[in-house]
């Protein structure tokens, strides 16, 4: 019955291997349940229901990415969405949580329309392939600075921005454990390297008492009723231009944060073809348009693509069925989130880092002797680390890559679409980054 649904043997992958890829992508993920209840409880919202919602709503994402689009990526709430909605939004725009989440679900409706119109598909097709290489390589990067930062290895520095961290800091040798320890499972060609990088991590950790035992094994999960329904309840609060404006903002970055990341994790699985196309995208975009309705109406941020799917894939997960299992392993967290406590980021750090060397890979394909190819691509690899943020990348980019190809008179093979998003990435700075 698996075999027929999610076509295990055309992928080239087994029960097994997507079990282990779905651990490792879980793993990598799990911080999520804690991270996102905190950014949202500066909102203003019960941190027990975001907890909660944070799993169930993952867990119907990642249920619905298997499904429907058979693709071993995970739905889950993302941290620059979150941050957005609570910081910015919230705390800077002095507008109610559950007004914020109307605004969500709003832009989530939104984003349906324009899936089911293929409008998304179009945009994604219009990329020329360098760009999609680029954009691969610069997530990778973006992941490595992640797990490094997150492994105390990559710390703030006033007068340089980032700076080595101190190794008097004992994380940072948690850290350094793990990496050199899967490094060498990686090079020794190890099965499963990564997720046993991290079990044995995370007893090092416990070994040296960074890590806390955990105080229990079950809880029972608190209830979702204080954020349950709210954004239907307040869908009459959107009623104002700065309010549309929100809309509007939250459609952006979903739109370009998520497109970005799902070409980057289907080019490491392997999915795109011999044309540069990814098959059935289409149900990609409307997995995570319907996840991004279902999270708002629970009351969670907008649910994207999970850039720690990239883990899941790095170890063989291939369709999706991984997707699945990950949405289970949600599920059963919700009562077993004592355990979590000893996966901390220091533990998945490394685990960031080696995928990001692994997506750095696609630099290679890259036309860089080409100059109006590689100056766009370049904006698009530095620019995803730099600025921190996929979409803010991605938008560096095209907008420099119409500009290059008129300069060296080869404007014919800029497809209108890709004319198109010149314009709307400059209204998508203006509007994400004016004020």
Known sequence: MLEKFFHLSDAHTTVKRELIAALTTFVSLSYILFVNPNILHAAGINKGAAFTVTAIATAIGCLLMGLIANYPIALAPTLGSAAFFAYNVCVGMGISWETALASVLVASILFILITVLKLREKVVDAIPQDLKYAISAGIGLFIAFIGLQNGKIIVDNKSSLVGLGSFNNPEIWITLFGLILTVILMAAKV????????????????????????????????????????????????????????????????????????????QQAGMVDKNGKIPHIGKAFLSDSLAMVEG?????????????????????????????????????????????????????????????????????????DKFEIAFPSF????????????????????????????????????????????VLFIIFFLITNMG
Request: aromatic share 10%; glycine share 10%; hydrophobic share 55%.
């Open 296 to 368: 708002s109406v629970l009351g969670t941020a907008p649910l994207g693509t999970s850039v720690e799917s990239s883990a899941g894939i790095a170890m063989g997960g291939r369709t999706g069925l991984t997707a699945i299992f990950v949405g289970i392993f949600f599920l059963i967290a919700m009562i077993f989130s004592p355990l979590l406590a000893v996966i901390p980021t220091t533990v998945t750090a490394p685990a960031l880092i080696i995928v990001g060397v692994l997506m750095a890979g696609n630099l290679k394909y890259i036309n860089w």
């Open 191 to 266: 099965p499963g390297s990564i997720f046993i990088g991290m079990i044995v991590t995370a007893g090092f950790g416990i070994a040296i008492n960074q890590i806390p035992m955990p105080k229990g094994i079950i809880s029972a999960p608190p209830s979702i009723k204080p954020t349950f329904g709210q954004a239907v309840f307040h869908l009459q609060d959107i009623n104002t231009a700065q309010l549309w404006m929100v809309v509007v903002t939250f459609l952006l970055v979903t739109f370009f944060d998520t497109a970005g990341t799902l070409i980057g994790m289907t």
């Open 379 to 422: 904006l698009v690899v530095v620019g995803m680390p730099l600025t921190y943020s996929i979409s803010d990348g991605l938008a560096l980019g095209m907008i420099a890559y119409p500009i290059t190809m008129i300069a060296s008179k080869r404007y014919k093979e800029v497809s209108p679409m890709m004319y198109f998003l010149f």
